[in-house]
């Protein structure tokens, strides 16, 4: 039965088993928690301590804000859903999630990008690091990442407004564009091919740099003289080099699906992965890898304690 007026979907979630509801309820609610705390200590050294101030900070500032936001975009609502017992969402929420899901995780492709030239301009060009990512340009490639981020996700999503639907139960445990088409009545089949190719413009545009990048930046590291100036060269990209496969490699395994039978659980088990694992280890992987970062935090800490003693 066609349905134009769907008020409310029910979205099955990742299991039926209640004890397992309760692990899952406590695991990623921690993890939930340490992905905003993490990535809000970050947000606030690189805001207070003056040796934080580079470009480099700048963008890893944006990265942690979008990690916030986009785990925020999901994650409380399956949280209040594995609480209460409640799996509804309306249709206004859905929509909501799915666009700010989607905004929030292209751009953080393209933030990813440019975070990869800046990491080429400080070892290929460290002489001019300074002239060439001044503030002013830093501030207009966020902003074009965010324009991208938009301008990707526009065409697709304004097709999804359209959807009449047959069904109103979703088969995940958040709302995402392909389960949404697998209930729709409408002809999906030009949205399905506009999600592929924003999914591959995106994808391959971002990898392009990322790996033009690295190849400059690896040539550039292998004419160093001394084995001690190769490994600092190595040390200030290997944070981004981690995110990144984590990033991609996800992004890759969603895609590239073993069959057909397991690609939905594949599909569910790589988006906790993306929503929820990976916001909470990035600001780990940038910190426990950067001296500034751990000087940063470490004075902080002082500064505080100082100011309590006081």
């Not at 406590?26 to 606030?44: A, R």
């Not at 249709?91 to 700010?100: D, G, H, L, T, V």
Request: hydrophobic share 45%; proline share 4%.
């Amino acid at each position: 039965m066609r349905n134009h007026t769907v008020t409310t979907f029910l979205l099955q979630g990742l299991t039926d088993d209640p004890q397992l509801k309760a692990v899952l309820l406590i695991f990623l609610g921690l993890t939930y928690m340490l992905s905003v705390t993490g990535n809000l200590t970050i947000i606030s050294l690189t805001i207070v301590d003056p040796q934080l101030k580079t470009a480099m900070y700048y963008f890893l500032q944006n990265f942690s804000f979008l990690e916030i936001a986009f785990t925020s975009a999901c994650m409380p609502r399956y949280l209040y859903n594995l609480s209460t017992g409640d799996n509804t969402i309306t249709y206004s929420s859905c929509i909501a999630e799915i666009f700010f899901t989607d905004l929030f995780g292209v751009t953080e492709f393209f933030l990813l990008a440019s975070m990869s030239y800046d990491r080429y301009v400080a070892i290929c060009k460290p002489l001019h690091y300074v002239t060439i990512m001044n503030s002013r340009v830093c501030r207009r490639l966020v902003l074009c990442c965010w324009a991208a981020g938009l301008l990707i996700i526009f065409p697709p999503f304004s097709l999804v407004l359209h959807l009449e639907f047959c069904n109103s139960v979703i088969n995940h445990f958040l709302c995402d564009a392909y389960p949404l088409l697998k209930i729709s009545c409408t002809e999906t089949w030009l949205i399905e091919q506009m999600i592929i190719a924003s999914a591959v413009l995106t994808f391959i545009l971002t990898l392009v740099c990322v790996v033009l990048s690295y190849i400059y930046i690896l040539k550039t590291i292998l004419q160093f003289p001394s084995a001690k100036q190769r490994k600092k060269a190595f040390s200030t990209c290997s944070s981004h080099m981690i995110v990144v496969s984590i990033t991609y490699g996800s992004c890759i395994f969603i895609y590239v699906k073993p069959s057909a039978k397991d690609s939905m659980a594949v599909n569910k088990g790589v988006t906790v992965l993306i929503t929820s694992i990976a916001p909470m280890l990035n600001p780990f992987i940038y910190t426990l890898r950067n001296k500034q970062v751990k000087q940063a935090f470490n004075n902080t800490i002082k500064r505080i304690v100082l100011g309590f003693k006081e």
